[in-house]
């Protein structure tokens, strides 16, 4: 316990740092609590560190409640709009680049069926397709394949 007594800043950075890590890299920054508490116990302990605030266990105790709510209050709303940011552009795979024969006709009701890989996909295409027809994959949905005439 003495030695925590001396060595107060030091183990609360060490703290602060180990919660930023878990935070980071095994919860994938996905709770911000870590992360608040965190930055809170490093910037005590590196005030206490610099002589700025005393290096006692009440000190450590309301400076880190201060700063939590302090990084929380300021870090909440940027942290939640880069968490919200989501990319629309279309991915392209060589899924999409698939052709091959229907054996019966395709229109936009999605009636005729094709198996590809385990999977009993609906055909719908944006324009009448005769059986017989090669077609390539131009869009996919859940269970459906867009198709159109090569």
Avoid at 85 to 112: C, M, Q, R, Y
Wanted: aromatic share 10%; hydrophobic share 50%; net charge negative.
């Amino acid at each position: 316990m003495a030695f925590l007594d001396t060595h107060l800043a030091e183990a609360l950075m060490i703290l602060g740092v180990i919660a930023l890590i878990v935070e980071v890299a095994v919860l994938g920054m996905s709770t911000y609590v870590l992360l608040f508490l965190g930055l809170s116990l490093f910037a005590s302990g590196l005030l206490m560190n610099t002589g700025l605030l005393d290096s006692s266990y009440t000190t450590a105790l309301w400076s880190n409640i201060v700063f939590t709510l302090g990084f929380a209050v300021v870090l909440w709303q940027p942290l939640k709009r880069m968490q919200d940011k989501t990319d629309t552009k279309p991915i392209h795979s060589d899924f999409a680049e698939l052709t091959f024969v229907v054996n019966a006709d395709v229109d936009d009701k999605g009636l005729t069926t094709h198996q590809y890989s385990g999977i009993t996909w609906q055909l719908k295409s944006h324009s009448p397709i005769a059986a017989g027809s090669t077609v390539k994959v131009t869009d996919k949905q859940v269970g459906v394949l867009w198709v159109e005439a090569v």
